[in-house]
Protein backbone atom coordinates (compact mmCIF):
# COMPACT_ATOMS: atom_id res chain seq x y z
CA UNK A 1 0.00 0.00 0.00
CA UNK A 2 1.24 3.36 -1.25
CA UNK A 3 2.19 5.42 2.09
CA UNK A 4 0.19 8.87 2.06
CA UNK A 5 3.54 10.61 3.43
CA UNK A 6 4.66 11.82 -0.07
CA UNK A 7 2.23 14.09 -2.32
CA UNK A 8 3.02 11.88 -5.12
CA UNK A 9 2.67 8.62 -3.87
CA UNK A 10 -0.98 7.68 -2.91
CA UNK A 11 -3.67 5.01 -3.09
CA UNK A 12 -6.24 7.48 -4.27
CA UNK A 13 -8.04 7.18 -7.63
CA UNK A 14 -8.01 10.36 -10.04
CA UNK A 15 -7.54 13.85 -9.01
CA UNK A 16 -6.85 15.47 -5.76
CA UNK A 17 -6.15 18.15 -3.74
CA UNK A 18 -3.69 18.65 -1.40
CA UNK A 19 -4.03 20.42 2.44
CA UNK A 20 -1.17 21.24 5.03
CA UNK A 21 -1.43 22.09 8.50
CA UNK A 22 1.16 24.77 10.00
CA UNK A 23 0.99 25.74 13.49
CA UNK A 24 0.12 24.03 16.91
CA UNK A 25 -2.45 26.16 18.77
CA UNK A 26 -4.03 26.95 15.90
CA UNK A 27 -3.62 26.06 12.46
CA UNK A 28 -3.04 27.60 9.10
CA UNK A 29 -4.40 25.41 6.72
CA UNK A 30 -3.65 26.00 2.56
CA UNK A 31 -5.19 23.95 -0.07
CA UNK A 32 -4.37 23.31 -3.25
CA UNK A 33 -5.57 21.21 -6.28
CA UNK A 34 -6.17 20.87 -9.88
CA UNK A 35 -8.33 23.62 -11.48
CA UNK A 36 -9.04 26.35 -8.44
CA UNK A 37 -7.26 28.92 -6.77
CA UNK A 38 -5.23 28.10 -3.95
CA UNK A 39 -7.61 28.75 -0.13
CA UNK A 40 -7.26 29.00 2.97
CA UNK A 41 -8.83 28.10 6.10
CA UNK A 42 -8.08 28.97 10.15
CA UNK A 43 -8.92 26.04 12.99
CA UNK A 44 -8.73 28.77 15.66
CA UNK A 45 -8.63 26.54 19.29
CA UNK A 46 -10.93 27.80 22.54
CA UNK A 47 -10.00 27.42 25.88
CA UNK A 48 -13.32 28.91 27.50
CA UNK A 49 -16.66 29.38 26.09
CA UNK A 50 -18.19 28.03 22.95
CA UNK A 51 -16.55 25.34 20.91
CA UNK A 52 -13.23 23.63 21.42
CA UNK A 53 -12.21 24.87 17.53
CA UNK A 54 -13.61 26.79 15.34
CA UNK A 55 -12.24 26.30 11.22
CA UNK A 56 -12.57 29.34 9.40
CA UNK A 57 -12.34 30.48 5.50
CA UNK A 58 -9.33 32.49 5.33
CA UNK A 59 -6.41 32.84 6.96
CA UNK A 60 -7.27 34.32 10.37
CA UNK A 61 -9.87 33.78 13.17
CA UNK A 62 -12.01 36.84 11.54
CA UNK A 63 -13.09 34.65 8.24
CA UNK A 64 -16.49 33.26 8.03
CA UNK A 65 -17.44 30.10 10.45
CA UNK A 66 -17.24 27.39 8.06
CA UNK A 67 -17.63 24.51 10.91
CA UNK A 68 -16.73 23.70 14.51
CA UNK A 69 -15.09 20.67 16.74
CA UNK A 70 -15.89 19.62 20.42
CA UNK A 71 -13.35 18.14 21.89
CA UNK A 72 -14.70 15.90 25.30
CA UNK A 73 -12.60 14.26 27.52
CA UNK A 74 -15.12 11.01 27.96
CA UNK A 75 -17.27 9.71 25.08
CA UNK A 76 -17.17 10.70 21.35
CA UNK A 77 -15.92 13.80 19.94
CA UNK A 78 -18.13 15.98 17.41
CA UNK A 79 -18.17 18.28 14.52
CA UNK A 80 -20.66 20.88 13.58
CA UNK A 81 -21.03 21.48 9.51
CA UNK A 82 -21.65 25.14 9.44
CA UNK A 83 -21.86 28.17 11.95
CA UNK A 84 -22.67 26.36 15.34
CA UNK A 85 -24.32 29.31 16.46
CA UNK A 86 -26.95 29.29 13.51
CA UNK A 87 -30.46 27.52 14.02
CA UNK A 88 -31.14 23.93 13.78
CA UNK A 89 -27.09 23.45 13.26
CA UNK A 90 -26.62 19.00 13.74
CA UNK A 91 -23.43 17.79 15.61
CA UNK A 92 -22.03 14.75 13.92
CA UNK A 93 -20.23 12.01 16.50
CA UNK A 94 -16.92 10.87 15.54
CA UNK A 95 -17.11 7.46 17.26
CA UNK A 96 -13.46 5.73 18.15
CA UNK A 97 -13.99 1.93 17.10
CA UNK A 98 -12.34 0.36 20.04
CA UNK A 99 -11.87 1.81 23.00
CA UNK A 100 -8.53 -0.79 23.37
CA UNK A 101 -6.95 1.45 20.39
CA UNK A 102 -6.96 4.98 18.53
CA UNK A 103 -6.76 3.26 15.15
CA UNK A 104 -10.19 3.47 13.60
CA UNK A 105 -12.83 6.30 13.65
CA UNK A 106 -16.04 6.33 11.96
CA UNK A 107 -18.86 9.26 11.64
CA UNK A 108 -21.87 9.30 9.77
CA UNK A 109 -22.84 12.00 6.99
CA UNK A 110 -25.68 11.69 4.18
CA UNK A 111 -24.42 11.76 0.56
CA UNK A 112 -25.01 11.54 -3.14
CA UNK A 113 -28.23 12.71 -5.28
CA UNK A 114 -30.75 10.94 -2.45
CA UNK A 115 -28.94 11.92 0.92
CA UNK A 116 -28.38 8.30 1.43
CA UNK A 117 -26.56 8.40 5.34
CA UNK A 118 -23.31 6.53 4.76
CA UNK A 119 -20.55 5.40 7.39
CA UNK A 120 -17.15 6.91 7.06
CA UNK A 121 -14.28 5.06 8.65
CA UNK A 122 -11.06 6.91 9.01
CA UNK A 123 -8.60 3.88 9.30
CA UNK A 124 -4.73 3.52 10.63
CA UNK A 125 -2.47 2.44 7.64
CA UNK A 126 0.96 3.09 9.55
CA UNK A 127 2.07 4.15 13.09
CA UNK A 128 4.77 6.66 13.54
CA UNK A 129 7.38 7.07 16.40
CA UNK A 130 6.23 10.33 18.21
CA UNK A 131 3.00 10.62 16.15
CA UNK A 132 0.53 8.96 18.36
CA UNK A 133 -1.80 9.62 15.56
CA UNK A 134 -0.09 7.78 12.81
CA UNK A 135 -1.31 8.19 8.98
CA UNK A 136 -4.88 7.31 8.38
CA UNK A 137 -6.62 6.70 5.21
CA UNK A 138 -10.57 7.83 5.03
CA UNK A 139 -12.91 4.93 3.29
CA UNK A 140 -16.90 4.84 2.86
CA UNK A 141 -17.61 1.66 4.93
CA UNK A 142 -19.94 0.03 1.74
CA UNK A 143 -16.33 0.38 -0.54
CA UNK A 144 -13.33 0.09 1.76
CA UNK A 145 -11.21 -0.41 -1.10
CA UNK A 146 -12.05 2.77 -2.17
CA UNK A 147 -9.20 5.62 -0.46
CA UNK A 148 -11.14 8.98 -0.41
CA UNK A 149 -8.47 10.86 1.80
CA UNK A 150 -5.08 10.48 3.37
CA UNK A 151 -3.71 11.82 6.62
CA UNK A 152 -0.25 11.88 7.19
CA UNK A 153 1.88 13.21 9.80
CA UNK A 154 4.95 15.36 9.16
CA UNK A 155 8.50 14.52 9.79
CA UNK A 156 10.16 16.13 12.90
CA UNK A 157 12.24 18.60 11.13
CA UNK A 158 8.97 19.58 9.14
CA UNK A 159 8.03 23.24 9.21
CA UNK A 160 4.35 21.54 8.84
CA UNK A 161 2.45 19.46 11.46
CA UNK A 162 0.72 16.99 8.83
CA UNK A 163 -0.44 16.88 5.15
CA UNK A 164 -3.97 15.59 3.69
CA UNK A 165 -4.77 14.59 0.33
CA UNK A 166 -8.36 14.33 -0.67
CA UNK A 167 -10.21 12.88 -3.87
CA UNK A 168 -11.20 16.02 -6.14
CA UNK A 169 -14.97 15.18 -6.76
CA UNK A 170 -16.06 14.53 -3.27
CA UNK A 171 -18.25 17.81 -3.27
CA UNK A 172 -18.25 20.80 -1.31
CA UNK A 173 -20.48 19.53 2.04
CA UNK A 174 -18.83 16.27 2.31
CA UNK A 175 -15.30 17.84 1.56
CA UNK A 176 -16.00 20.06 4.82
CA UNK A 177 -16.78 16.95 6.71
CA UNK A 178 -13.38 15.46 6.04
CA UNK A 179 -11.64 18.33 6.70
CA UNK A 180 -13.46 19.10 10.27
CA UNK A 181 -13.40 15.40 11.35
CA UNK A 182 -9.65 15.31 10.88
CA UNK A 183 -8.83 18.61 12.27
CA UNK A 184 -11.04 17.09 15.57
CA UNK A 185 -8.36 13.87 14.88
CA UNK A 186 -5.32 15.90 14.75
CA UNK A 187 -6.26 17.65 18.12
CA UNK A 188 -7.46 14.57 19.72
CA UNK A 189 -3.87 13.35 19.11
CA UNK A 190 -2.46 16.39 20.25
CA UNK A 191 -4.03 16.62 23.79
CA UNK A 192 -3.63 13.01 24.04
CA UNK A 193 0.36 13.50 23.59
CA UNK A 194 0.11 16.26 26.23
CA UNK A 195 -1.89 14.35 28.89
CA UNK A 196 0.46 11.51 28.84
CA UNK A 197 3.52 14.09 29.55
CA UNK A 198 2.21 15.59 32.38
CA UNK A 199 1.39 12.24 33.70
CA UNK A 200 5.03 11.09 32.98
CA UNK A 201 6.04 14.39 34.61
CA UNK A 202 3.97 14.41 37.28
CA UNK A 203 5.04 10.53 38.03
CA UNK A 204 8.44 11.42 38.31
CA UNK A 205 8.22 14.74 40.57
CA UNK A 206 6.14 12.10 42.82
CA UNK A 207 9.00 9.36 43.12
CA UNK A 208 11.82 8.51 45.14
CA UNK A 209 11.84 7.92 48.67
Wanted: one cysteine or more; hydrophobic letters at 35%; a positive charge.
Amino acid sequence: MPSPSSKYDTSIVGPLKLLTFFGNKSLDISENGPGKARASYYAKKHTFGGPSITLHAGNTKAGPVLGAVELHSWGSDEVCLGNPGSVNKAWVSINRGSIWTHSEYSFEFPCGPNQERTTFIWRRVKTRTFRPMGDMELVAAVRPDEVLAEYACSGMMSASQAVVKVRGELGQELDMMVLLTIVALHYSAQRRTRNAAAGAGSGAAGGGC
